[in-house]
């Protein structure tokens, strides 16, 4: 019988799916804060059965990827908008483009636009998936702060309303958990700890591990 030796692989982060990167920080975090033994365990039995990547939307076509290529190199909010308003017309506006335009929006901290883009979203109808709730968290926490001033209190408060709002329109997953976390950390306010507080409880719910994935 031939002997097998093991061998020792060493990769960079970004050789890793962004989930499972995730998930790797979020046991960090237990480590390193304490946290008691009994919740530890419930937390990590929803970070070893997470999904390591969004599963596919039920709402991206081919027809519409002109549209989210665009989106994703747009430079201003008002061009960003522009496209928006054309895949409308264009009748290819759905999950992925939205989602697209939101996430162009938290990266270069449109805060403006992106409000014009969820209430575009909810005017045409279209319905928010996993991968749209967690997109539109992520982005949220990515409008809570410039660089220049840290974080802007006069948006805290919508910013969360935003949040739990689209928390409450699809069955989360464990990336969305950790979405809505970044959230809660980026705005730095009691309301957003009283919330994390109660994503973490109702994380480890049983019924996440049996209906999320």
């Known amino acids: 019988l031939a002997c097998l030796t093991a061998l020792q692989v060493h990769a960079k982060k970004q050789h890793f ?4 990167r995730k998930n790797k ?6 480590n390193s804060n304490n946290i008691p033994l009994e919740e ?5 039995d929803i970070v070893t059965l997470a999904p390591t990547r969004f ?4 709402h991206r076509t081919n027809e519409a990827s002109r549209f989210r290529k665009l989106m994703q190199d747009v430079n201003s909010p008002q061009k960003l908008l522009e496209l928006v308003h054309e895949a409308n017309k264009c009748k290819q506006l759905e999950a992925s483009t939205i989602s697209k335009a939101m996430q162009r929006c938290g990266a270069c901290h449109w805060w403006k636009a992106l409000e014009q ?5 909810k005017a045409a109808g279209i319905q928010s998936d996993c991968t749209l709730q967690s997109t539109f968290l992520i982005a949220l926490a990515g ?7 840290g974080v802007i209190q ?21 990336i969305c958990v950790t979405s809505a976390l970044t959230l809660c950390q980026a705005v730095a306010h009691p309301d957003g700890f009283v919330w994390a507080e ?6 480890g719910k049983d019924s996440l591990r049996r209906t999320s994935w």
């Open 117 to 121: 883009v969820r209430d575009i979203q």
């Open 17 to 20: 799916p962004t989930a499972q």
């Open 154 to 174: 006069d948006r805290t408060h919508h910013i969360l309303q935003h949040g739990r709002e689209v928390w409450k329109e699809t069955q989360p997953n464990i």
């Open 40 to 44: 530890h365990r419930a937390v990590e």
């Open 143 to 149: 409008c809570a702060r410039d660089d220049k001033f």
């Open 25 to 30: 920080v979020m046991r960090e975090h237990l």
């Open 55 to 58: 599963e596919p939307t039920l």
């Open 198 to 203: 109660t994503l973490w409880s109702w994380g």
